[in-house]
């Protein structure tokens, strides 16, 4: 197994932009045997996608490709024993400005970089837990 996060700005978001992308993101992963998360913080998506590392990096690719995101940049990359989203083709939080401010583990989400690539992850680890007991496999929640 192969993991990928990458940072990107979006080029112009709304709600109904957004839910297009995650049903697009959803068929798509599912027929490339990808899962992962999105993170949408201010304008800026932080997403961790895992699978086969030729699907990973094919994906990554198309992604760089797409005009929906802006500037994508690799904050990390490499293998991995299990996938950390193995039940979600595609999971998804929007992270309001009050829980960026007040929330002490979203703090490394203010300007994601490769310095504090090993926060970003921990929080991905942190999400899987708080909502890996009771959510659908399909589920995106906020």
């Known amino acids: 197994m192969y993991f990928l996060i990458y940072t990107s700005y979006a080029k112009s978001t709304n709600e109904q932009m957004l839910s297009v992308l995650l049903v697009q993101a959803r068929e798509k992963n599912k027929a490339c045997?990808?899962?992962g998360m999105l993170l949408y913080v201010r304008g800026t998506f932080i997403q961790?996608?895992?699978?086969?590392?030729?699907q990973v990096k094919s994906l990554y690719k198309v992604?760089?490709?797409?005009?929906?995101?802006?500037a994508p940049v690799v904050l990390m990359e490499g293998e991995i024993a299990e996938r950390f989203f193995s039940n979600w083709s595609m999971g998804y939080k929007s992270i309001s400005a009050e829980q960026l401010?007040?929330?002490?583990?979203?703090?490394?989400l203010n300007s994601p970089s490769e310095e504090n690539?090993?926060?970003?992850?921990?929080?991905?680890?942190?999400?899987?837990?708080?909502?890996?007991?009771?959510?659908p496999v399909e589920n995106s929640f906020r």
């Open 33 to 35: 045997g990808i899962t």
């Open 48 to 54: 961790l996608i895992e699978g086969e590392q030729a």
């Open 63 to 70: 992604i760089q490709r797409d005009e929906r995101h802006l």
């Open 101 to 108: 401010a007040s929330e002490e583990s979203y703090k490394c």
């Open 117 to 135: 690539k090993h926060e970003i992850i921990q929080l991905f680890r942190i999400l899987l837990n708080e909502h890996a007991n009771y959510l």
